[in-house]
């Protein structure tokens, strides 16, 4: 009913974490295949189009970096894998029944509001332990490397896509080139606020890093407009 007559579904919807995934696997393919499956069948009764929020997490590690949209999917994490198949379900619906559908795998988002705590992303976390005077903890080396993207340029991308009529079956990078490492992060936080860091086991799942080939949204017109180190310092 919510899908019916309308243009564009947007499908934003999924559970993100990859250590929550580790304990809970099975709420993970749930939310994040079973739900694709319902927005897939509602869009192709409904006849709208679908913008699907995939994730870079999808290629996992060992390739060729940058990867390029026809990189091997190769999860890490029962995250991943759960987006993978999410993933492949949607090009799946695009070629078996016609939905016109665009995927994009975004880069590691960061900003403005970005949930902290357990379940939240890396840079907010820091960000709200060093608010509280807390020491930021790092994770194994701090080598691992990600490509982050702002908010404000992933909001972009989606608007260059939504006003597209040209991407049906397209599935598409989004990122930003800058791969800064967790270490390098922490630090430039820990200096700007005055608290130190803490050393942790390496986590279980988590990829070492990758960068993406994003030329194709590039040939679009697409372009970043937030420095990483200006982001970061916002």
Known sequence: KTVRGQDVVVHMAARINVDESLA?????????VWGTLNVLEAVRLSGSRLIHASTCE??????????????????????????????????????????????????????????????????????????????????????????YIHVTDLVNAYDLVLNRDDLSGATINVGSGETPSIGEIASFISEKMGVPIQRDSPRPGEVPGFALDCSFIRSLGYKTRVRFQDGLDQ
């Open 24 to 32: 809970d696997p099975r709420s993970f393919l749930d939310v994040n």
């Open 58 to 147: 999808v290629y996992g590690y060992g390739q060729q970096s940058p990867l390029s949209e026809h990189a091997e999917l190769n999860p890490y994490s029962p995250y991943a894998a759960s987006k993978a198949a999410a993933d492949r379900m949607c090009f799946g619906y695009h070629k078996s029944f016609g939905v016109d559908v665009t995927i994009l795998r975004p880069s590691n988002v960061y900003g403005p509001r970005q949930k902290a705590g357990v379940g939240g992303a890396v840079i907010s976390i820091f960000a709200s332990l060093a608010a509280s005077g807390k020491p930021l903890k790092v994770f194994g080396t701090g080598d691992q490397r990600r490509e």
